[in-house]
T-cell receptor
Framework: NAGVTQTPKFQVLKTGQSMTLQCAQDMNHNSMYWYRQDPGMGLRLIYYSASEGTTDKGEVPNGYNVSRLNKREFSLRLESAAPSQTSVYFC???????????FGPGTRLTVL | SQQGEEDPQALSIQEGENATMNCSYKTSINNLQWYRQNSGRGLVHLILIRSNEREKHSGRLRVTLDTSKKSSSLLITASRAADTASYFCATGGDGSSNTGKLIFGQGTTLQVKP
């Protein structure tokens, strides 16, 4: 099993550009999550999908949209990137009956 | 907003010593988890303790939970250079909706010197 995979690993954008971060898991997990990690801030939840077909806002959703494409895939879209969105983005997944989350390796995004 | 704080923010010890990290939180919880993050990597789950438990062990890890003080501690015994990483506590438990959402602390950076 590959676990949770994320693409791309690194990305540089200019202000105003758009992009989609991809996340996939092969563990048949029900719930998926997008976090951002900034220095000294820990991880903050952007959006989550408790089960296939549902998505909900987390703590810091402004400037982002998500799509739960199917049970395996959960994408995060930045429609018009801003320098404040420079961060490391992590995707995670969880089996519905469990509490532990499994994390991907992260995408390091820089917005100039 | 962040659920709580971790203390200390940074810790540097010699190999073989014990490392203790503390986590405080603000709201009622169902469980508290500890994760490790090696530099440039994703988080890895270490241990989970439920709100009705007071202490839990896993190998060289010992976690305690005091719900009356809304605090937890993680003890790593006989530390090794490979334990060098950032450690995060995360609280979970949002009632019947079972979204699995976690709220993370800001982390403790541990350096273990050979």
């Amino acid at each position: 099993n590959a676990g949770v995979t994320q693409t791309p690993k690194f990305q540089v954008l200019k202000t105003g550009q758009s992009m989609t971060l991809q996340c996939a898991q092969d563990m048949n997990h029900n719930s998926m999550y997008w976090y951002r990690q900034d220095p000294g801030m820990g991880l903050r939840l952007i959006y989550y999908s408790a089960s296939e077909g549902t998505t909900d806002k987390g703590e810091v959703p402004n400037g982002y949209n998500v799509s739960r494409l199917n049970k395996r895939e959960f994408s995060l879209r930045l429609e018009s990137a801003a320098p404040s969105q420079t961060s490391v983005y992590f995707c995670a997944s969880r089996l519905y009956s469990a509490d532990t989350q499994y994390f991907g390796p992260g995408t390091r995004l820089t917005v100039l | 907003s962040q659920q709580g704080e971790e203390d200390p923010q940074a810790l540097s010890i010699q190999e073989g010593e014990n490392a203790t990290m503390n986590c405080s939180y603000k709201t009622s919880i169902n469980n508290l988890q500890w994760y490790r993050q090696n530099s440039g990597r994703g988080l890895v789950h270490l241990i989970l303790i439920r709100s009705n438990e007071r202490e839990k062990h896993s190998g060289r890890l010992r976690v305690t939970l005091d719900t009356s003080k809304k605090s937890s501690s993680l003890l790593i015994t006989a530390s090794r250079a490979a334990d060098t990483a950032s450690y995060f506590c995360a609280t979970g438990g949002d009632g019947s909706s079972n979204t699995g959402k976690l709220i993370f602390g800001q982390g403790t950076t541990l350096q273990v010197k050979p």
